[in-house]
């Protein structure tokens, strides 16, 4: 079945360490995004990648990075920098959508969720 | 850039009775709306989506929602409320510039026996 798939399905960071939360689909699907989800706040967009080698920054990137090296893989790194990291970590996947097909969905992961220790 | 607002960050309503989940986008062109549903501590899955072809979309597990253009609102709707329906739904528009989905708050949804 194709699909997302994301892991660990729960992760503890101490302080001062980087973290990297895994996304792979096998959707082959173009575009891939990384979503912050935290109480009552909703989905916030991190990071986004529309092509291999190449990312966009999302409403909340600080403290956050992100590689594209193949077309099946976005990993995200929650660095150090990032000093309340404690969420539900979101990943999702898109064809490349053009003018007829806008209406295309994200398909989403089940999440990783990260705690601090 | 568009938005979406949902009212109501948590509804209760009784099992058997009408579910109404309503948002409101802004766009200043023809909308590509959807809603999704959050089980806990899972991913999103897709319940229905607007593709311009009709106002009235029927989605899965008995939900519908109702483009209104004049009212720019995209409300969801479910005739008779059941306990698995118990989750957190959101709506969402498409943004063309970046090839990305705007988020509403999210509405949690508590089925009552």
């Known amino acids: 079945d194709g699909g997302i798939t994301q892991s660990p399905k729960y992760l503890f960071r101490k302080e001062g360490q980087n973290v990297t939360l895994s996304c792979e689909q096998n959707?082959?699907?173009?575009?891939m995004y990384w979503y912050r989800q935290d109480p009552g706040q909703g989905l916030r967009l991190i990071y986004y990648s529309q092509i291999v080698n190449d990312f966009q920054k999302g409403d909340i990137a600080e403290g956050y990075s992100v590689s594209r090296e193949k077309k099946e893989s976005f990993p995200l790194t929650v660095t150090s920098a990032q000093k309340n990291p404690t969420a539900f970590y979101l990943c999702?996947?898109?064809?490349?959508?053009?003018?007829?097909?806008?209406?295309?969905?994200?398909?989403f992961g089940d999440g990783t969720r990260l705690s601090i220790l | 850039a568009q938005s979406v607002t949902q009212l109501g960050s948590h509804v209760s309503v009784s099992e058997g009775a009408l579910v109404l989940l309503r948002c409101n986008y802004s766009?200043?062109?023809?909308?590509?709306l959807f809603w999704y549903v959050q089980y806990p501590n899972q991913g999103l899955q897709l319940l229905l989506k607007y593709t311009s072809a009709a106002t009235l979309v029927k989605g899965i597990n008995g939900f519908e929602a109702e483009f209104k253009k004049s009212e720019t609102s995209f409300h969801l709707t479910k005739p008779s409320a059941h306990m698995r329906d118990a989750a957190e739904y959101f709506c969402?528009?498409?943004?063309?510039?970046?090839?990305?989905?705007?988020f509403g708050g999210g509405t949690r949804v508590l089925v009552k026996p």
């Open positions: 969402a528009v498409y943004e063309a510039a970046g090839n990305k989905l705007t």
């Open positions: 999702a996947s898109s064809i490349k959508r053009a003018n007829r097909n806008r209406n295309q969905p994200q398909h």
């Open positions: 766009s200043s062109v023809p909308p590509y």
């Open positions: 959707l082959n699907h173009d575009a």
